[in-house]
C-alpha cells in the first residue's frame, strides 16, 4: 500500500504569518501534488511536482509556493497567509504509465484567522 | 482547458435503492482517462474505479462505470446502495501529457439512509 503522510495535520496561523505544510511519501514516486478540498469546489491542483528539484504551477497557484527538495518530500508554502487560504489540503503522489493513480495523505486542516 | 461536471452536488437514497452519479467531461484529447475517487468521512480520497476503454464496463467494489466517447460521460453506478457507501465522490480526467495532473469535478456527497 502506498504511503503518504503529511504535517501537521491540523494548523492555526494568523493573518500575514507564514505556514509551511510538509508532505513526506515512501512509494518512490516521481510525480506529487498539493491540493486544496473546500465545499463546492472539490479539489483543486495548487502545485505540482515531475521530479526533485521540479515544481509547476497548478489550476489555483496565486498566494503559495512549493518546494521539492527530494524525491519523498514536497512541501507548500504560505509566505503571507490570509483567511481565504483557510481549507483543507491535501498531498498526493502517482506515478505515470498505465496507471496514473493518484495516492492521497491524510490531509491537514488549515485554518488561517 | 480540460473540465469535469458532476451534476449532482447531493444525492440521498434509501438502502437497496439503485445508485447513479453522474459525470460528463470536455476535453480536446481524443483518448481520455476517465476516473472515480471516492472520499469517506474524516478520510483523504482514494481510487474507486478507471477506465480509458470506450463502450468497456468496469468494476470494483460493487460500482461500475462505462466510458461512452460518443456523450463524453462516465457516468458511476451500483446495483443495490449501501449504508457504507455514503461518502464524497470525484469523477476526475486525467491531463494528456506525462504529468498525471487530474481534473475533478466538484464532488457529489451521497447519503444512504435505512
Known amino acids: 500500500e502506498a504511503a503518504v503522510t503529511q504535517s501537521p495535520r491540523n494548523k492555526v496561523a494568523v493573518t500575514g504569518g507564514k505556514v509551511t505544510l510538509s508532505c513526506n511519501q515512501t512509494?518512490?514516486?516521481?510525480?506529487m501534488y498539493w491540493y486544496r478540498q473546500d465545499t463546492g469546489h472539490g479539489l483543486r491542483l495548487i502545485h505540482y511536482?515531475?521530479?526533485?528539484?521540479?515544481?509547476e504551477k497548478g489550476d489555483i497557484p496565486d498566494g503559495y509556493k512549493a518546494s521539492r527538495p527530494s524525491q519523498e518530500n514536497f512541501s507548500l508554502i504560505l509566505e503571507l497567509a490570509t483567511p481565504s487560504q483557510t481549507s483543507v489540503y491535501f498531498c498526493?503522489?502517482?506515478?505515470?504509465?498505465?496507471?496514473?493513480?493518484?495516492?492521497f495523505g491524510p490531509g491537514t486542516r488549515l485554518t488561517v484567522l | 482547458g480540460d473540465s469535469v461536471t458532476q451534476t449532482e452536488g447531493l444525492v440521498t437514497l434509501t438502502e437497496g435503492l439503485p445508485v447513479m452519479l453522474n459525470c460528463t467531461y470536455q476535453t480536446i484529447y481524443s483518448n481520455p482517462f476517465l476516473f472515480w475517487y471516492v472520499q469517506h468521512l474524516n478520510e483523504s480520497p482514494r481510487l474507486l474505479l478507471k477506465?480509458?476503454?470506450?463502450?468497456k464496463r468496469t468494476e470494483h467494489q460493487g460500482f461500475h462505470a462505462t466510458l461512452h466517447k460518443s456523450s463524453s460521460s462516465f457516468h458511476l453506478q451500483k446495483s443495490s446502495a449501501q449504508l457504507s457507501d455514503s461518502a464524497l465522490y470525484y469523477c476526475a480526467l486525467r491531463d494528456n501529457t506525462n504529468t498525471g495532473k487530474l481534473t475533478f469535478g466538484d464532488g457529489t456527497v451521497l447519503t444512504v439512509k435505512p
Open positions: 477506465s480509458f476503454t470506450d463502450n
Open positions: 512509494n518512490n514516486h516521481n510525480n
Open positions: 511536482s515531475y521530479g526533485a528539484g521540479s515544481t
Open positions: 498526493a503522489s502517482g506515478v505515470t504509465g498505465t496507471s496514473y493513480e493518484q495516492y
